[in-house]
């Protein structure tokens, strides 16, 4: 698919007629990319993608003005959307009322929702299909300034001894931003349980790295650090789904990397995916979190 060069056009897939517009839009003003070209992104990393999004209520991140200019979440399915694409209805935690949550399962919808300027896709650690189950365990590694991703990437590896010593094996991806995400698959584990369990290993890594790690929420105690964010393990919270895009100033994508490379990694922009390095990180392994 090749849809720049053109302001809209509406194309056909999966039998699903999708109009695509604005796609001489600038979204990145830094680097000059385009709405077409996110929109072609997503089309050619849609095979590795959409398997993370399936059975998820995703939330996005929208902007519609580009990214120097504020986005917004967008966890409601939007009235005007096409009659295909699909939808749950999900208990809010503090509420209990109901949102309606678009599922993004194939290409097509993944294309309708881009065309929204939808730049981040954000799900949680549980399917639809099984909401009181949690089937994913996330860390988050945030690492507080002057400490970078390559600080993280020294917790990723203890965080990898440690769970592999209790029969949990990890895969890691790029947050896109600053830091790094973990992974580890679960079966059957409670919401709670596994926000808990999260929160046990968090303080195991302080407990062992005190220089390098923090567990607690009080942003105070961060700078310097790396933040292990066990809360992303809340049935509520979400996390940015693997090989979304991020709303930075010049276009990164969260990728999946191996441990080889992590270990390798001397400066953050080792670890930094633009759209091309991702497709082209793909190629060479394909999906590192096909695991999960």
């Not at 295909?84 to 290409?107: E, P």
């Not at 650690?125 to 993280?152: E, I, Y």
Request: one cysteine or more; charged letters at 20%; proline letters at 7%.
């Amino acid at each position: 698919m090749s849809p720049e060069g053109q302001a809209s056009q509406t194309i056909e897939i999966e039998g699903r007629a999708v109009k695509l517009s604005n796609l001489d839009k600038v979204l990145y003003p830094e680097a000059g990319f385009t709405k077409g070209e996110i929109l072609d992104y997503y089309a050619r990393i849609a095979p590795v993608m959409l398997p993370h999004l399936t059975d998820r209520p995703v939330t996005f991140i929208r902007y519609p003005d580009g990214v120097d200019a504020s986005g917004f979440f967008a966890k409601h399915a939007p009235a005007h959307r096409p009659s295909w694409v699909r939808t749950a209805d999900i208990a809010a935690s503090s509420s209990g009322k109901k949102v309606q949550y678009v599922l993004i399962d194939g290409l097509a919808s993944l294309m309708w929702a881009a065309n929204l300027a939808a730049i981040e896709f954000h799900v949680p650690q549980w399917r639809v299909s099984d909401q009181a189950h949690h089937d994913l365990l996330v860390l988050d590694l945030d690492p507080g300034a002057p400490a970078t991703v390559v600080d993280c990437v020294r917790v990723a590896l203890a965080a990898r001894d440690l769970l592999s010593a209790h029969g949990l094996e990890l895969s890691a991806k790029t947050s896109g931003a600053k830091g790094l995400h973990l992974y580890a698959p679960l079966t059957d584990v409670p919401g709670e349980q596994a926000r808990e369990l999260a929160h046990t290993i968090a303080r195991a890594l302080e407990g062992t790295h005190r220089d390098l790690v923090v567990s607690s929420m009080a942003k105070a105690e961060r700078p310097g650090k790396v933040f292990v964010d066990w809360s992303q393990n809340t049935h509520a919270k979400t996390t940015i789904a693997p090989y979304s895009l991020r709303a930075t100033p010049q276009p990164a994508v969260s990728a999946p990397v191996t441990w080889e490379q992590l270990a390798a990694a001397k400066q953050p922009e080792d670890l930094r995916f633009p759209p091309a390095r991702a497709l082209e990180q793909v190629a060479r392994y394909g999906d590192l979190l096909s695991g999960l």
